[in-house]
């Protein structure tokens, strides 16, 4: 989401570094450039305002124009004053009841990912050891009932449903109950949403609120509203009150205005942002992490809890020790491939990556269709030539391309990577690997070097 953006800060500092030293001048000058690039990502004018103000006040002082090093300080002052616009170090919590079950409502426009979001939850709940419930009470939208029992049955996670006749704040009273006789620890309900912000969703909101008596109120709101993210988010806040923000679709063309600005414009954090339509595509959203994200810094806590989150550590381990037995060979890198495919989109996982934003899309290979080519390839090969890549003579190569739709000299190039990475396996072994890798991915062996 923040690529575009990112890339233009990145591309102001870097300008400002080569300069050797700050002046009024050529600080007045690069935010000029830095207010541009957060107007262009639809951030809201007054946020944008008062956050150079900030950045201005601190960049004009004696320590920062003494530095030695002025560039890398002045970019510490945006990342520190776009982490506090964010809200600061660390996540914001759910809030959790004194007595279970914690009643969590999700509310929101029609078409904002309010349904998913909440099964997205239910499972993040239900992997940190909460007995989770979901409650069907968006009774507006067809088959937004049967959406909610298919993610909930996909989940393992009970979903109660409205009796015939019933209306939602009713439907919505006898979930708390079924939850707290379930023995619940958590209850998540979902309700209706409009094509915009009118009466009756407000009206009905009212009364789902008061018969569910929810301890938190999620607003769930689409990232690539832009601008028009303040003035829904204001209108819900008002009519039935919001505790905090789930932005959807971070993974889209967004252009990340909103969720530097939420925080600002609704006086409400952002809690968790969504990554993707999987439903493990949900994450705490943490400013810090965010903010060093933004402005190329990497992300790499974040990287190591989605290598943790979706890396069967079993078999990670167990590919650890095929290869120290056998060494590195082509079915090795294939395992490894799925297992990086099952992180999420590549893009997102380089830009985790200090100093690797930058090179997001450049190095060859570097997207996720190449990385499903590649794995096109292996699997045209047979099991003896992935374990005994050296019987891979040139008629064996067309055979190979020509079942994986691929040319010869694209099985030549993988071939190649596979080299490169058993030479980086050697060193690795030999306690070469890279400072700032150890750890990254266990079992994993590292990245291949696209």
């Known amino acids: 989401m923040f690529e575009s953006l990112g890339e233009k800060l990145q591309g102001v500092f870097k300008r400002l570094t080569g300069q050797g ?27 944008v305002k008062g956050l150079l103000d900030k950045v201005r006040a601190k960049a004009l002082g004696q320590e920062v124009l003494s530095s030695l090093s002025p560039g890398q300080v002045l970019i510490k002052v945006v990342h520190d004053e776009l982490e506090a616009l964010m809200g600061g170090a660390g996540s914001v919590r759910l809030a959790h009841a004194s007595l279970p079950p914690t009643v969590i409502l999700m509310a929101g426009l029609q078409g904002g990912g309010k349904t998913t979001t909440a099964a997205k939850l239910a499972r993040h709940l239900k992997l940190s050891g909460q007995k989770v419930m979901l409650a069907a009470c968006d009774l507006q939208r067809p088959a937004a009932v049967e959406q909610l029992v298919t993610l909930g049955q996909a989940l393992g996670i009970a979903v109660h449903t409205a009796k015939p006749g019933q209306r939602a704040p009713e439907a919505a009273a006898d979930a708390r109950e079924a939850a707290l006789r379930a023995g619940c620890d958590a209850l998540i309900v979902d309700t209706a949403g409009r094509l915009a912000v009118d009466a009756a969703l ?27 993210f303040a003035n829904t988010a204001q209108s819900f806040h008002q009519a039935v009150g919001v505790d905090g923000l789930v932005l959807t679709k971070l993974d889209g063309d967004a252009r990340g205005g909103a969720a530097l600005s939420a925080l600002a414009v609704t006086g409400k954090p952002v809690k968790f942002v969504g990554t993707g339509e999987k439903l493990e595509a949900l994450e705490a959203f943490h400013p810090d992490r965010m903010a060093k994200r933004i402005l190329g810094m990497g992300d790499v806590v974040s990287l190591v809890e989605k290598v943790q989150a979706s890396v069967d550590q079993q078999s990670a381990q167990e590919l650890a020790g095929r290869i120290a037995k056998e060494g590195f060979t082509l079915q090795a890198m294939l395992d490894q ?47 003896k030539e992935r374990r005994l890549p050296q ?17 010869v000299e694209e099985v030549n190039r993988l071939l190649r990577q596979f080299e490169q990475m058993k030479k980086m396996m050697k060193m690795m072994k030999k306690g070469g690997r890279r400072r700032g890798m150890p750890g990254m991915m266990p079992g994993m062996g590292g990245m291949p070097p696209f």
Do not use: C
């Open 337 to 383: 491939l799925r297992q990086v495919k099952r992180m999420g989109p590549l893009q997102d996982v380089l830009g985790m990556l200090p100093g690797m934003g930058a090179l997001k899309g450049v190095a060859q290979g570097a997207d996720d269709k190449s990385v499903s080519r590649m794995e096109a390839i292996l699997l045209s090969m047979t099991p």
């Open 21 to 47: 030293h700050l002046t009024e001048a050529n600080i007045e000058q690069a935010l000029r450039e830095v207010r541009l690039a957060l107007l262009e990502a639809d951030v809201n004018y007054a946020v």
């Open 202 to 228: 407000m009206a009905e909101l009212k009364a789902i609120k008061a018969a569910a008596r929810p301890h938190e109120v999620l607003l769930v709101v689409d990232a690539m509203a832009g601008r028009d």
């Open 391 to 407: 019987v891979l003579d040139g008629s064996r190569r067309k055979r190979i391309a020509k079942g994986a739709g691929a040319s």
